[in-house]
């Protein structure tokens, strides 16, 4: 952009307008408008089979963490409920 230009439009723009200005020029703004725009597209149409796996998809495994998280809460709410999981059906006598 010319000098010129650049001090037309920092004396012309407010300031909401230079802040707008600066997010359209963002290159992250628009990789996140990307991503939320193909991820709408694959739940209203479905995945394009012609597309290309995207990095860690083929390889991707279930997240030992999330499964650890998930089980922690489930556990935590029966034994809130007064109803704990996995007891043995007689306890062990001593």
Same mark, same amino acid.
């Given at each position: 952009m010319a000098p010129w230009a650049r001090l037309f439009w %920092? &004396?012309?723009l407010s300031v909401e307008d230079r802040i707008? *200005? $600066?997010? &359209? @020029? !963002?290159? !992250? $703004? *628009?990789r996140g408008v990307r991503r939320i725009h193909r991820t709408v597209e694959n739940l @209203?149409? /479905?995945r394009d089979p012609n597309e290309p796996l995207r990095? /860690?998809?083929? %390889?991707a495994e279930p997240s030992r963490s999330q499964s650890f998280l998930k089980h922690f809460i489930e556990e935590l709410r029966n034994q809130a409920r007064g109803k704990p999981t996995d007891l043995p059906p007689n306890p062990p006598k001593d």
């Open positions: %920092t &004396l012309y707008v *200005h $600066f997010i &359209l @020029r !963002s290159p !992250s $703004f *628009h @209203r149409y /479905g990095q /860690g998809e083929a %390889t």
